[in-house]
Nanobody
């Protein structure tokens, strides 16, 4: 079992920045994909950015050029640096860990990001 603890959400004005962190409760020795998803009120949860255990990032079009995902394997932590935030980025952001060889997903509890205009 792996717990994911997110932090770094909050309220910011449009054009501002936030950095989200997601810490896993133990070392991940498997091949993995970790990423950030978000869900705005009345909308489906959508992928924002992911990164593999090989360090390969993937971004949704909405965040390209503004968001950067990175990882620190020594700290079992993934980060999402969000710049030039827009009101439409307002959502609850969730961290997800996928262990594809075990066919297992873990989710964090979510952290609120609110961008005011």
């Amino acid at each position: 079992q792996v717990q994911l603890v997110e932090s770094g959400g909050g309220m910011v004005q449009a054009g501002g920045s936030l950095r989200l962190s997601c810490a896993a409760s133990r070392n991940i020795f498997n091949i993995y994909v970790m990423g950030w998803y978000r869900q705005a009120p009345g909308k489906q949860r959508e992928m924002v950015a992911t990164i593999t255990s090989y360090g390969t990032p993937n971004y949704a079009d909405s965040g390209k050029g503004r968001f950067t995902i990175s990882r620190d394997n020594a700290k079992n932590t993934v980060y999402l640096q969000m710049n030039s935030l827009k009101p439409e980025d307002t959502a609850v952001y969730y961290c997800k860990l996928t262990l594809p060889t075990l066919n297992v997903d873990y989710w964090g509890q979510g952290t609120q990001v609110t961008v005011s205009s």
